[in-house]
């Protein structure tokens, strides 16, 4: 069984930074695609990063293109997203997920990706 387990969360003001990071544990970090989606109170979910295997492909939600970073530690086990220049409307439930299967590009669509994490709520105020 895999598990994946967000932290760093909080509440900030508009134009701060916050570095989320996750882990998993059960399984094999390193052959995961790793993405990084929110959820909006009365929203739907929706993508904000990922990154490969060997994180040398990542790709971003135009949305927040610019301010966030996604990385990782192949070594740690680890994938972090450090956001910038907060806005209000970056209030959500973070959640970190993973991809599992070989053989193919990470993706921007939930579907893909078969362990999630509970989530982290991030709240920036203006």
């Known amino acids: 069984q895999v598990k994946v387990v967000e932290s760093g969360g909080g509440l900030v003001q508009a134009g701060d930074s916050l570095t989320l990071s996750c882990g998993t544990s059960g399984g094999t970090f390193l052959l995961y695609h790793m993405g990084w989606f929110r959820q909006a109170s009365g929203q739907e979910r929706e993508f904000v990063a990922t990154t490969s295997r060997g994180g040398g492909t990542t790709f971003y939600a135009d949305s927040v293109k610019g301010r966030f970073t996604i990385s990782r530690d192949n070594v740690n086990k680890t994938v972090h997203l450090q956001m910038n220049n907060l806005r209000p409307e970056d209030t959500a439930v973070y959640y970190c997920?993973?991809?599992?299967?070989?053989?193919?590009?990470?993706?921007?669509?939930?579907?893909?990706?078969?362990?999630w994490g509970q989530g982290t709520q991030v709240t920036v105020s203006s």
């Open positions: 997920a993973a991809d599992p299967l070989l053989g193919r590009s990470p993706s921007m669509s939930a579907s893909r990706y078969k362990f």
